[in-house]
């Protein structure tokens, strides 16, 4: 499964939250919303 978060990496909790997934083994699809703004992504 992916997972799709929108990423701010100067965010504390958006960090923590990617640390999360990733050490659970999973696939995070990041999306830096603060560079490409906002989208709709149809996986």
Known sequence: M???THH???C???RD???IVESGG???LV???LQ???TRWNL
């Open 2 to 4: 992916t997972i799709v």
């Open 8 to 10: 701010n990496p100067d």
């Open 12 to 14: 504390g909790t958006s």
């Open 17 to 19: 939250a990617l640390a």
């Open 26 to 28: 999973g696939t995070a």
């Open 31 to 33: 999306i830096e919303y």
């Open 36 to 38: 490409t703004g906002w």
